[in-house]
């Protein structure tokens, strides 16, 4: 009994760093959500409004108030087509972006119908500092933020394309914009979008919890007569303001680039992250 219990001790020793070394190997690194609006100003932030130079936050569109970042227009005499888009200041490629969102008061004198609760956050977006003074998007792939009227349906998450398009089942589709399959989001409620963008392959739209919208190859607009255009891996992430006001109270985001190459351990953060329906407090 001594004898064979001296020689089960590096055994077990062995099977546990053995148990150790796989446990590491399976699990994937600590992704938290990092959040991109501090609570305090726009110190990481860029404005770009149409007909207005970069960093020219015309009639004080985009501020900090209560903890939120508000856009407003009380300084507008009518809105001009004066859209506007508030650049983060680091660009990125594969990420799950959360954004926290009400609308709240009067589209402003001047906004277009479409326009009416309509917001967006913009991914895979270009430079701010390469778009021309008179230019109303950034070229990039558009998460629309949208409200209902109080009575007729209308869906969010929804997917427009300035300068861009993307692929479908295969399918290259270039119309400039798709509706979601979400559910209407009436009033002045707080609503959460999700966005998971993995580089040049796959993106997918969530509102409050629930995927509403999935398509592949986000890329631009093609040139020479080309069908497909050149792919987007990554790019600017800004939010928009599109004649109506709203209050962003949560910008937030999980980085998913140090687990981008390793296919098993992004879909083990995938199913981790997402196992959690993310609702937002009205």
Request: proline content about 4%; aromatic content about 10%.
């Amino acid at each position: 009994m001594k004898n064979k219990s001296f020689h089960s001790v590096p055994v077990l020793a062995s099977l546990l760093v053995l148990s150790f070394i796989l446990y590491s190997c399976s699990t994937t690194p600590d992704l938290k959500w990092e959040q991109m609006f501090n609570g305090k100003d726009l110190s990481n932030w860029n404005i770009k409004i149409r007909h207005h130079q970069l960093n020219e936050n015309y009639a004080n569109t985009f501020r900090v108030n209560d903890g939120q970042i508000q856009v407003r227009y009380d300084g507008y005499d009518s809105f001009d087509e004066q859209f506007g888009h508030l650049f983060y200041e680091k660009p990125y490629s594969s990420y799950l972006i959360g954004v926290e969102y009400r609308f709240v008061g009067d589209q402003v004198t001047g906004g277009p119908g479409w326009a009416y609760r309509n917001s967006g956050i913009m991914i895979h977006g270009q430079d701010p500092a390469d778009m021309t003074l008179d230019q109303d998007f950034p070229n990039s792939i558009e998460v629309q933020l949208l409200g209902g009227n109080g009575k007729d349906e209308r869906s969010n998450a929804n997917l427009c394309t300035p300068g861009t398009q993307y692929e479908k089942d295969g399918e290259i589709i270039s119309r400039h914009c798709t509706n979601s399959n979400s559910k209407t989001f009436h009033g002045d409620q707080w609503v959460r979008v999700e966005v998971l963008v993995l580089r040049d392959s796959l993106v997918v739209h969530y509102a409050n919890g629930e995927e509403v919208m999935r398509y592949n190859k986000p890329q631009l607009d093609p040139v020479d007569g080309n069908k497909q255009g050149e792919l987007l891996t990554g790019g600017t992430i800004s939010l928009q303001s599109e004649s109506h006001p709203v209050d962003f109270r949560k910008v937030e985001i999980v980085n998913l680039d140090k687990v981008a190459n390793d296919p098993e351990k992004l879909q083990q953060a995938i199913d981790k992250l997402m196992a959690e329906k993310r609702i937002p407090k009205q």
